[in-house]
């Protein structure tokens, strides 16, 4: 229940407190007063979406402070665990409006986001404008309205989840139809392709090698003869002979020598060593740079076959190896593509099926909620002087989708005997606010903590039917919190408490009140309403008796 409303610096509001209790509460005053702006002031503290231009001209700031109670088992209290917040003695709800347009909010004094006010509205108060009727003409919204009358939250949920199964199906099935496609289109291609990769099979690093060993092939004619002359120069009957001979001399000399040779001898040594070592070098390179030419056709035919892949495939010949790999797989893309198919479509099958029982047990349940509602409609209708009107829930069959396959539209007929039809066509505007009427008490019949806001309702009657629809008003309250924004005496009449909006001008400034009224005052502002300007004191009388019927 919405215990107070503090506003500050609001449009044409400096200061106002109002505090609200349980059961028909009533807004009335003259058009312009400023009804209208303690709804746009709730539904900013509230967080939903409205005036831009919020503070009054002169001020750095507004601000807005609802406060709520809540029974036990409440639906905020869940929006407030899973926001981090509590509310052990009811739920203040503060939001600033800066003059730049910035705009902040705390539920009891923890700041809070834009996110959790609109959660949190949507189990606090539920609003019922001047043109909320609009929502009735919208087919589109019915099957909404219907699944929210029947409960069927969780039906549509799971309709939903296999509805995103059911297209994460056929998706995955089209992406593989695709690549299956694609790949057929070059399936020549690609057999072609791998055979000849697979011929070839060249390997990483094979190119650089094969050019190393074909240069050397072709420079070894040139530098052999050379490297042979080198081979004799440091052989036996070349240097090598001399120096063995000089040592087996300086051998026979160090005797008798006293020592003055040993250092000649051992560096004769090293040389021999070291020449050796050439010797085998000059060797084994002799031994490399031996080939025959077919050996050097071999090595250039294989380096260019590896060279015209790389040039047929755009790619260096490094990466010859991997498109290899690329190119088998695509290929066995190719040949595994029909058994991919067949799973992908089992899948799709599969998932059809899921979404198909979901999609009946929904519609099923659905028929059965439309059932209700028309019943509980036709409760409706009669003590809102539409007894001879009745509402019908129609359901046909609509394309797959999310929220099953259900067309939902509601029907009326105003008259016996007069064809069934779409509200905005056989509904004239009083009667539209009595359907609507009506059918808000049906979808709030279960909802406890609810504040409901109507904001004028009644337009569009007068009279007895007005009356009608301010007892029907008195009712809904008995068991909640209702606050009715009216022009209509016989809706005021019934009020358990009474606020007449009213405008003033002080030293040039537009300042809107709302005034708590005492039942002197109610008499007053009901013959206002029924006479105008110049209230009568038959207008009077006919207040009064008004307030005791």
């Given amino acids: 229940m919405l215990r107070s409303l503090d506003i500050r610096d ?11 209790a349980p059961g028909l509460n009533v ?24 005036r831009a231009e919020l503070v009054r001209e002169g001020a750095d700031q507004g601000e807005v402070i609802a406060e709520f109670d809540l029974p036990a088992g409440h639906p905020a209290y869940v929006v407030l665990d899973e926001a981090g917040l509590t509310a052990e003695d009811g739920l203040i709800i503060r939001r600033v409006n800066a003059k730049d347009g910035r705009k902040t909010a705390w539920v009891n004094d923890r700041r809070v986001s ?10 606090l108060v539920e609003l019922h404008g001047q043109h909320d009727d609009r929502g009735l003409l919208n087919p589109r919204g019915h099957r909404q309205l219907l699944d929210l009358f029947g409960d069927l939250d969780d ?52 190119d650089a090698s094969l050019d190393t060993q074909r240069r050397l092939m072709q420079a070894a004619e040139k530098i052999r003869e050379d490297v042979l002359k080198a081979r004799d120069a440091l052989g036996g009957t070349g240097a090598e002979g001399p120096m063995r001979d000089a040592a087996r001399w300086l051998a026979g000399a160090a005797a008798e020598a006293e020592g003055t040779l040993d250092d000649a001898m051992a560096a ?25 030419s077919g050996e050097l056709e071999q090595v250039e035919e294989r380096l260019f076959a590896i060279r015209g892949l790389s040039r047929k495939h755009s790619v260096q010949p490094d990466d010859l190896p991997r498109l290899g790999d690329d190119l088998r797989a695509r290929l066995a893309t190719l040949d595994e593509g029909a058994g991919d198919l067949k799973t992908f479509r089992q899948a799709v099958s599969e998932a059809a099926s899921v979404y198909d029982d979901a999609a009946d047990l929904l519609g099923a349940a659905r028929a059965r909620a439309a059932e209700t509602l028309d019943k509980a409609m036709a409760k ?41 039809g779409a509200l905005n066509k056989i509904a004239s505007g009083g009667e539209l606010s009595r359907f609507l009427l009506a059918l ?34 008195e009712a809904l309250a008995g068991g909640s919190q209702v606050l009715v924004v009216t022009h209509s005496p016989q809706v005021a009449a019934r ?55």
Avoid: Y
């Avoid at 900013?44 to 979406?49: A, H, N, P, S």
């Avoid at 834009?114 to 189990?123: K, N, W």
């Avoid at 593989?176 to 697979?198: G, I, K, P, Y």
């Fill in 380 to 420: 409706e209708l009669p003590p809102l002087k539409m007894e001879r009107a009745s509402f019908s829930t129609e359901i046909s069959q609509d394309d797959d989708g999310p929220e099953g396959r259900d067309r939902v539209a509601f029907t009326v007929a105003t008259n016996p005997g007069a064809p069934a």
């Fill in 155 to 206: 039906q549509v949920a799971r309709c939903r989840v296999a509805w995103r199964d059911l297209q994460g199906a056929r998706a995955a099935l089209a992406e593989a139809e695709t690549r299956l496609a694609e790949v057929r289109d070059e399936e020549d291609f690609l057999r072609h392709s791998v055979a000849e990769m697979d011929k070839v099979a060249p390997e990483v690093g094979e």
């Fill in 495 to 549: 009020a358990a408490h009474h606020w007449r909006v009213e405008k003033k001008v002080t030293s040039g400034v537009t300042l809107s009140r709302v005034v708590a009224l005492s039942e002197t005052d109610r008499v007053d502002e009901l013959a206002r309403m029924l006479a105008g300007d110049t209230v009568t004191d038959e207008a009077r009388a006919a207040a009064k008796a008004l307030l005791e019927a």
């Fill in 114 to 123: 834009g996110d959790v006010l609109r959660q949190l509205s949507d189990c």
């Fill in 268 to 292: 004769l040594d090293r040389a021999l060593e070291e020449l050796g070592e050439a010797e085998q070098g000059v060797a084994g390179a002799l031994d490399r740079l031996a080939f025959d």
């Fill in 27 to 50: 807004l009335t005053g003259e058009t312009g007063a400023g009804k209208s702006i303690l709804l746009d002031a709730l539904g900013f503290v509230l967080g939903w979406r409205g």
């Fill in 10 to 20: 609001m449009l044409i509001i400096d200061r106002l407190e109002l505090s609200l």
């Fill in 440 to 473: 808000k008490v049906c979808l709030t019949a279960d909802t406890d903590g609810l504040t409901m806001i109507f904001d004028e309702i009644d337009r569009g009657v007068g009279g007895a039917t007005a009356d009608a629809v301010g007892r029907r008003l």
